[in-house]
């Protein structure tokens, strides 16, 4: 109830004594607060004594983001420097690699080169080998161009490489061709080498062969089966003797290319004794003979009555004469 719109007494004592209520409760808790100062005081007190370690972790704490700003700025800097540094040992080993390959390079052609004037054709065939397995772009590349040529070798290195590998390869060709009438083989390339080879280990095949032809007559009832053998087994002591001298000359696999090379002479071989065995043993007419004759044994008419001893006149070849 309001006071100032009250037009009743009793509304104007109601208002009063609400107002005097109010009055009361506002008297308890101001007394109430002054009764409670000194604890106030003690609490402004030790809020006040705050102010000062709260300065100083703040001080503090500006002090420890500048340090950590400027660690962080150093290891960025640090950081940079090591992959910078990284990146020049990078290089470097790089550059040591292309250096070392080069000297390499180099070394093996001087010694490919004073091998050959000294006609150790094995020698210069490991050296050969050694200067091709230097990568292109190396023996291509600007350095080499300049740190390889010498007085003695003064062409580009892969020119060097290329004119010594031919005439390396042309020796080996000649030598390798009286090698083989000798039988004793040697080897420089892998591709030429084995296709050499395989002219070379296919000649004692037909050397025995022809020997056996030789010594034995083709009517013989065992020539033909005698001259198989003797192939096939001159072709398994191919393979057994040279298998070694192949893998370590022309490199492991290689042998493969030799052995089908024996096999297609083989089957060459083979197909001449066929076809002499064929005409020599008359083999169609006995075929057609075969195929045409009759057997009194199998025939009802013929058959041997009981107490008679059965006649059997067979117009077929005879078995044991197929292969004579």
Not at 155 to 171: E, I, K, N, S, Y
Not at 281 to 295: E, N, V
Request: hydrophobic share 40%; net charge negative; charged share 30%.
């Amino acid at each position: 109830m309001n006071a100032r719109t009250a037009t009743r007494i009793e509304d104007v004592l109601a208002a009063l004594s609400k107002s005097e209520a109010e009055e009361s409760e506002l008297s308890h808790s101001l007394a109430e607060i002054i009764a409670d100062r000194d604890r106030i005081r003690t609490a402004l007190a030790r809020l006040e004594n705050l102010v000062p370690v709260l300065d100083s972790l703040v001080q503090r704490g500006e002090k420890l983001n500048d340090n950590v700003g400027r660690t962080a700025e150093t290891a960025e800097r640090v950081g940079a420097g090591v992959r910078g540094l990284e990146r020049v040992m990078g290089r470097v080993r790089i550059a040591a690699e292309r250096v070392g390959q080069v000297a390499d390079a180099k070394a093996s052609l001087a010694a490919l080169q004073s091998a050959m004037e000294q006609r150790d054709w094995e020698t210069a065939a490991r050296h050969c080998a050694r200067a091709m397995a230097v990568p292109k772009e190396v023996m291509e590349g600007p350095f080499a161009q300049v740190a390889i040529p010498s007085t003695d070798l003064p062409d580009p290195p892969t020119q060097t490489l290329a004119d010594a590998r031919t005439a390396l390869l042309g020796v080996f060709r000649k030598e390798f061709d009286a090698a083989a009438i000798a039988r004793d083989p040697v080897a420089i390339s892998s591709k030429t080498g084995t296709s050499a080879r395989q002219r070379y280990d296919t000649r004692p095949g037909h050397s025995r062969l022809d020997s056996l032809i030789l010594g034995t007559k083709a009517s013989s009832p065992i020539y033909y089966t005698a001259a198989l053998t003797a192939l096939y087994e001159s072709v398994a002591g191919l393979i057994d003797q040279h298998q070694p001298v192949v893998e370590k000359y022309y490199g492991s696999g290689n042998m493969h290319t030799v052995v089908a090379r024996l096999l297609r002479e083989c089957d060459r071989v083979v197909n001449g004794l066929y076809d002499g065995w064929e005409e020599e043993r008359d083999i169609s007419r006995k075929l057609a003979d075969a195929r045409t004759a009759t057997f009194q044994a199998l025939v009802p008419s013929a058959r041997a009555k009981p107490g008679q001893t059965p006649i059997v006149e067979d117009s077929g070849p005879d078995p044991r004469e197929i292969d004579r």
